[in-house]
């Protein structure tokens, strides 16, 4: 009896197709979740070049930290501001670049284009830009305005980071939205209308309903990304002043990498992808109450 049966022969082509992202997922994901989890239960110097097995010491000393509270009240403020003023000014933006009127392409090409550029040369000029002889309080200072040392307030560094995120990664949601809106049958509004359905109306009975998947998929692409931030905070702040903008991801990098313990970073990096996983999670199962057609 042969032993290569067609059968076998189809496994075998398929088991080779998925091999790659099999073995990439085993090398650059599952393999280093487990290292990190196997590091925060050690105390590393690397410096020292000590490596001691010490259990939940680090995860012991979470829980006692004060700065890594102060850095996930920073972080709570990031993600909200940045998921708020994204997705919604990201809709907006959808919802007016969705007309039929001249010049829509260009300006969809130009809130779309902050998105393609370098991140770390996008937040040094923002940084230039921000500084108190820079362009925005030279703008500013033409309406008689005087503007603040935005990146060294306590009360305005945080306002900073956020918008220079904000207009750098709005386009990618409103090309996401404007696709879907795209797809909204035209004769639902033509028949509201005729109901007399307002424009209000229309897009809160219509429009949203039909495109609350993409806004699913926004909002939860938007929250993991804020929960990640740090070059913005490296280049524009430090973390400054003071810890107002020591999110948890640069608490992470400043234990791991500056103060080199490596055992409780990864012990703050199991948190992180908690965290993560978490609000991910509730997003999932709050979905089947206000996507449509989700059961």
Known sequence: ??????????????????????LGGLAFVLVPLALVGWYSLN?????????????????ERLLADERLRDSLVATAWFA?????????????????????????????????????????????????????????????????VDGPNWLRGESTAMVAVIVVQV???????????LA??????????????????????????ITIPLISPTILLTSIITIVGSLQVFAQIAVLTQGGPGTSTTVLVYYLYQQAFQFHHVGYGAAISVLLFAIVAALTLAQWRMRRKWVLDET
């Open 1 to 22: 009896m042969t032993f290569w049966t067609h059968h076998r022969r189809d496994n075998l082509v398929g088991y080779l197709f998925v091999a790659p992202a099999l």
């Open 43 to 59: 105390e590393w110097n690397v410096l020292g070049g000590t490596f001691e097995f010490v259990g939940a010491e680090n995860y």
């Open 80 to 144: 909200v501001g940045l998921v708020v003023l994204n997705l919604s000014l990201a809709l907006l933006l959808a919802v007016l670049l969705n007309q039929e009127l001249r010049g829509t392409t260009l300006f969809r090409t130009l809130f779309f284009s902050p998105v393609l550029v370098s991140l770390v040369a996008w937040t040094l000029v923002w940084q230039l830009m921000l500084q108190p002889e820079g362009s925005v309080n030279g703008l500013l200072g033409a309406f008689g």
């Open 167 to 177: 207009v750098k990664n709005v386009g990618l949601n409103m090309v996401l939205f």
């Open 180 to 205: 879907a809106l795209q797809g909204v049958p035209t004769p639902l509004y033509e028949a509201a209308e005729l109901d007399g359905a307002g424009a209000w109306t229309r897009f809160r009975r």
